[in-house]
């Protein structure tokens, strides 16, 4: 998995070195992604100010017949916006109850 200043998140199969899906939502640079420790969600906090929960199960099921053209994925659960503060990072509690972010206020 990746991701960066061109706000998508991609994820690659490592076996044939190709990218497999694109999600799309982020609105500025990504900074930080997080699994939950079942491997079902993926957060991603960024320069948008906002913290986003995927449904990556989701996402690896219809890697083949994704629509890249999308402008967001719709594997994007949640969006929840910060007090205009970029997120730097993001961490999912071992029982997936909770999802902590991080962040730098000028």
């Keep these: 998995m990746s991701a960066g200043e061109d706000r998508r998140i991609r994820l690659w199969d490592l076996s044939a070195g190709s ?5 799309r939502g982020h609105t500025d640079t ?6 939950s420790a079942d491997g079902t969600l993926l957060a991603s906090g960024g320069l948008d100010s906002s913290v ?9 099921k219809t890697s083949s ?7 967001v994925s ?19 509690s071992s029982c997936n109850l909770v999802l902590a972010a991080g962040s730098q206020t000028p």
């Design 19 to 23: 990218m497999i899906k694109e999600l």
């Design 52 to 60: 986003r929960v995927w449904d990556f199960g989701q996402a690896v």
């Design 74 to 92: 719709p594997e994007l659960m949640a969006s929840f916006p910060t007090k205009n503060c970029s997120v730097h990072y993001v961490q999912f």
């Design 30 to 35: 990504v900074y930080s992604l997080a699994f």
């Design 65 to 71: 017949n994704s629509n890249s053209s999308a402008a």
